[in-house]
T-cell receptor, first 112, second 111 residues
Framework: DTEVTQTPKHLVMGMTNKKSLKCEQH?????MYWYKQKAKKPPELMFV???????INESVPSRFSPECPNSSLLNLHLHALQPEDSALYLC???????????FGQGTRLTVV | QKEVEQNSGPLSVPEGAIASLNCTYS??????FFWYRQYSGKSPELIMF????GDKEDGRFTAQLNKASQYVSLLIRDSQPSDSATYLC???????????FGSGTKLNVKP
């Protein structure tokens, strides 16, 4: 089982809204990642968690706030986003930081 | 200089041919190397990973790594139209915290 589940699949939000993206895995993986992908571009690394601690923040604006409540869950809290933040948001997990990573199906976010 | 470089393509090959996809990376301390396939509008799917110099084969796919030349490639034998997708090379650097993708190579397999 290499399943990473992301909810919701699609999200439309206004610039004043607060919303959260959720990611869940039950593979016992200890590293989890958030990526942002714009059309026809590669995924861009946003955050990395290792053993539930934030390991990497790739200078992401503070309107994106990650949270790792436990080893199976990863959230991305969104607040005061801009239309240019519209993208596919991908969650991934790996057994350890060194291991291969598996992606969820993504959340298609549109900011209006 | 980008951490991971790929030719954006498109690379067109006839059905049944061998498709060869290439990737170079800049961090000589990089430890782990991955190939992902991504269909339009879908998330990346892991195809192969390789950690040691040499070749690694899995079915129709072979990954090749040359750390001295900082070069990793993916060969797809007996290419099928269903292999048409964007192939992303990804590299994990020393310490494994950094996990970066190349810009991807679009592959078209013509029936």
């Amino acid at each position: 089982d290499t399943e990473v589940t992301q909810t919701p699949k699609h999200l439309v939000m206004g610039m004043t809204n607060k919303k959260s993206l959720k990611c869940e895995q039950h593979m016992g993986h200890r590293a989890m990642y958030w990526y942002k992908q714009k059309a026809k571009k590669p995924p861009e690394l946003m955050f990395v968690y290792s053993y539930e601690k934030l390991s990497i923040n790739e200078s992401v604006p503070s309107r994106f706030s990650p949270e790792c409540p436990n080893s199976s869950l990863l959230n991305l809290h969104l607040h005061a986003l801009q239309p240019e933040d519209s993208a596919l948001y991908l969650c991934a997990s790996s057994q350890e930081l060194a291991s291969e990573a598996f992606f969820g199906q993504g959340t298609r976010l549109t900011v209006v | 200089q980008k951490e991971v470089e790929q030719n954006s393509g498109p690379l067109s090959v006839p059905e049944g041919a061998i498709a060869s996809l290439n990737c170079t990376y800049s961090d000589r301390g990089s430890q782990s190397f991955f190939w992902y396939r991504q269909y339009s509008g879908k998330s990346p799917e892991l195809i192969m990973f390789i950690y040691s110099n040499g070749d690694k084969e899995d079915g129709r796919f072979t990954a090749q790594l040359n750390k001295a030349s900082q070069y990793v490639s993916l060969l797809i034998r007996d290419s099928q139209p269903s292999d048409s997708a964007t192939y992303l090379c990804a590299v994990k650097g020393l310490g494994f915290n950094k996990f970066y993708f190349g810009s991807g190579t679009k592959l078209n397999v013509k029936p």
